[in-house]
């Protein structure tokens, strides 16, 4: 399946290993290019949090940037007026953008992306799980 993935479920692998870490791994999955920025941004914050070595959150880090294939922000900056009007949160847009370019899924657990929009399907990681297990 191809997913454009949220940063929130991306941090959620990261804190605990789960079905989101096999769902991460098993999909084609696609995020705006300044997704990983957050990662390094919040380095600190999530090696306390996870109590991860450096090496191990680098690893992990690293295992991410391999299965998520990154689009450059001048690919989707033709979807951004239509993914502002859509959008019930400014951070949202660029996700939302790439899941309009791509005609895919967005896969976040932001209960707003999925209630306060129809024009993109979002799923949650337990929206996931169910098909996954069907």
């Known amino acids: 399946m191809e997913l454009v993935i949220d940063s929130n479920i ?4 990261l804190l605990k290993e789960s079905v989101t870490s096999d769902i991460l791994f098993k ?6 290019e300044f997704i990983f920025e957050e990662f390094r941004k919040y380095k600190e914050y999530l090696k306390q949090k996870t109590k991860r070595t ?3 959150f680098n690893e992990l ?3 991410f940037e391999r299965n998520v294939t990154l689009i450059p922000k001048e690919d989707i900056y ?18 939302l953008a790439l ?5 895919c899924v967005l896969w976040s657990n932001d209960g707003d992306l999925k209630e306060k929009q129809d024009v993109v399907q979002v799923y949650s990681t337990e929206d996931l799980i ?3 297990l069907s």
């Open 61 to 63: 880090l690293g295992l």
């Open 99 to 103: 899941a309009l370019k791509l005609g």
């Open 27 to 32: 999909n084609s999955l696609y995020a705006p």
């Open 10 to 13: 991306l941090f959620a692998a």
């Open 54 to 56: 450096e090496e191990d």
């Open 130 to 132: 169910a098909i996954f």
């Open 78 to 95: 033709p979807f951004i007026e239509k993914a502002e009007k859509i959008s019930p949160d400014a951070k949202d847009v660029p996700y």
